[in-house]
């Protein structure tokens, strides 16, 4: 077990669930988060400043909303590019866009500190078990030397390059994600409206073509009633998309396939359901055929 401290910035749905790994593992964390009811929940020791954080810990994990706030908290006024120090090591685990992420890498770079970006993937659940997925972009020593704070957390490591492309294959991996979530919804509200057997015809779409991780592993439980609470949020959905664009365009990729998840998350979050999980979108793109639900409680009413 290592006797370095680890800062953790950000103990929101993931990062909360992340650090509560940490802790139980037996290292040391410190935490910051603008809510400090999180630190306290996740096992974490709080930290008053992200500036304590830079001052104490020699490795720092970012679980941030986007770059706008990843930025934030490494540029602004007692940030961690002011406080950092030369030897130390940041992991952005945020879904952030690569292009911001390159140019941190090098303001870290000329102070002698290590910028690893490190995408994630298993959502909430894989976050409480320590089972996540992580692609990460970086200097490959830095990596492999992070093997002892990645244990605890992720069952598989990716090493995927050079600065960036650890977020680069996060946006890849979450908009294929959107689409097949997305798209599996609109079939399922058809196959409500056609009278199918919701049960049945995810059985013949997971032994056939149309096989996809929202069919195997989302909808046998929304048909259900059941949402799987806790996960990705429609709002942060709908982010990931518009950063996945962003990402095709600065590589002059044609981006022909976006428009479909673009429209089904925006519709989620104009609808009310931003807030939610991005499972909703079920409920969002019911709600535009007539009001269906892919559930209905014994009563008649509507899940």
């Known amino acids: 077990m290592s006797n370095k401290t ?10 909360g669930r992340m650090t509560r790994c940490l802790v139980d593992s037996g290292l040391t964390v410190l935490g910051y988060d603008p809510q400090p009811q999180r630190v306290h929940a996740a096992g974490a020791q709080l930290a008053a400043s992200i500036r304590e954080i830079a001052d104490k810990a020699d490795v720092i994990l970012l679980s941030l909303p986007d770059s706008k706030v990843v930025e934030m908290v490494v540029e602004g006024v007692d ?4 406080h950092c120090r030369e030897g130390q090591t940041i992991v952005d685990l945020s879904t952030a866009a690569a292009s911001s992420t390159i140019r941190l890498n090098g303001l870290f770079a000329q102070r002698g500190v290590q910028y690893v970006d490190a995408g994630i993937s298993g959502g909430a659940a894989a976050a409480q078990k320590g089972t996540l997925t992580l692609m990460v972009g970086g ?12 244990k605890p957390i992720a069952s598989k ?16 991996n979450n908009f294929l ?6 798209a599996t919804a609109e079939v399922m509200v058809a196959g409500k409206k056609a009278g199918l057997d919701l049960h049945r015809l995810l059985d013949v779409l997971n032994s056939s073509s149309g096989v996809n991780f929202a069919t195997q592993n989302r909808f046998p439980y929304i048909v259900d009633g059941n949402y799987l609470e806790g996960g990705l949020t429609g709002k942060l959905m709908s982010k990931d998309v518009v950063l996945y664009i962003e990402r095709a365009r600065e590589l002059g990729v044609a981006s022909l396939n976006a ?25 969002a793109i019911g709600d535009m055929s007539g009001g269906i639900r892919l559930h209905e409680e014994s009563t008649g009413g509507k899940a």
């Open 6 to 15: 680890i800062g953790f910035v950000g103990l929101g749905n993931m990062g």
């Open 79 to 82: 940030g961690l590019l002011q």
């Open 139 to 150: 200097d490959v020593s830095t990596i492999e030397a992070l093997d002892w704070v990645f």
């Open 157 to 172: 490591v990716f090493n995927m390059g050079e600065s960036g492309s650890g977020h680069t294959t996060k946006l890849l």
């Open 177 to 182: 994600n959107a689409v097949s979530l997305a």
């Open 259 to 283: 428009s479909g998840p673009l429209a089904s998350f925006g519709l989620q979050v104009a609808l009310g359901y931003g807030d939610q999980i991005s499972n909703k979108v079920v409920d």
